[in-house]
């Protein structure tokens, strides 16, 4: 198969994709598909779109890696605004899971553990390889920790970040590249470090 006709057969089924996601959602509200893009449904498990879901975005045709969502039974995604996922995604609720996102983007190979209910608010900035979990998945000296996490408006995370269970990032926050984040974020603050601690407060960032 040469190139040109490779390229049709990738259009093509790009477009099946969408046109298939595009009659389970109401009028005006569009989950689109943008490359390698695989989406598994639980019974009961939706999307709720109150605005738009871009998935795989910026995938290059064959160059970006595979997205992979996957909502088990009775699971929820909500979207309230505009958001946009780039490729390389890899995104599970569990049963009953919630994750709910406002007006904002993730950038590439993001990881998204939801047993509960994370939340991401709008105008948040999140780097690549961004993981965020709500459970710890195991148990230490007979506990495990799991919790929701939230994350509010105007966050601007780095790249490599990772946000564990119970912690509320506070709203226009900085979390620099690397970082592993432990406990909860005051708004306006400029955390850094494994694991994250306060460097700044009463910051202002803009994109």
């Known amino acids: 198969m040469n ?24 009028k005006g509200n569009r989950l689109l598909i943008d490359g390698k893009v695989k989406v598994i449904y639980g019974k009961q498990a939706e999307f709720i779109l109150n605005g738009s879901l871009v998935l795989g975005h910026n995938s290059q045709g064959n160059n970006g890696r595979s997205t992979v969502v996957r909502l088990d039974d009775g699971a929820q995604f909500i979207v309230n605004g505009h958001v946009r996922f780039f490729y390389g995604g890899d995104i ?14 993730i950038n590439s190979d993001c990881v998204i553990r939801a047993t509960k209910k994370i939340i991401i ?4 900035a999140i780097g690549c ?22 994350i509010e408006d105007n966050v601007w995370i780095g790249a490599n970040v990772t946000i564990l269970p119970g912690v509320v990032v506070g709203r226009g926050s900085v979390i620099a590249a690397g970082s592993v984040v432990t406990k909860s974020v005051p708004p306006n603050s400029l955390v850094a470090g494994v694991p994250a601690k306060v460097i700044k407060e009463q910051i202002n960032w803009r994109m």
């Open 121 to 124: 608010g709008d105008g948040c």
């Open 129 to 150: 390889h961004f993981t965020v979990l709500d459970s710890n998945f195991h148990e230490i000296n007979g506990k495990m920790k799991s919790a929701p996490v939230t």
């Open 3 to 26: 190139d040109k006709v490779s390229l049709l057969v990738q259009n093509l089924k790009g477009a099946a994709h969408y046109f298939f996601h595009q009659q389970r959602f109401p």
């Open 92 to 105: 599970y609720l569990f049963e009953k899971a919630q994750v709910i996102i406002g007006d904002s983007y």
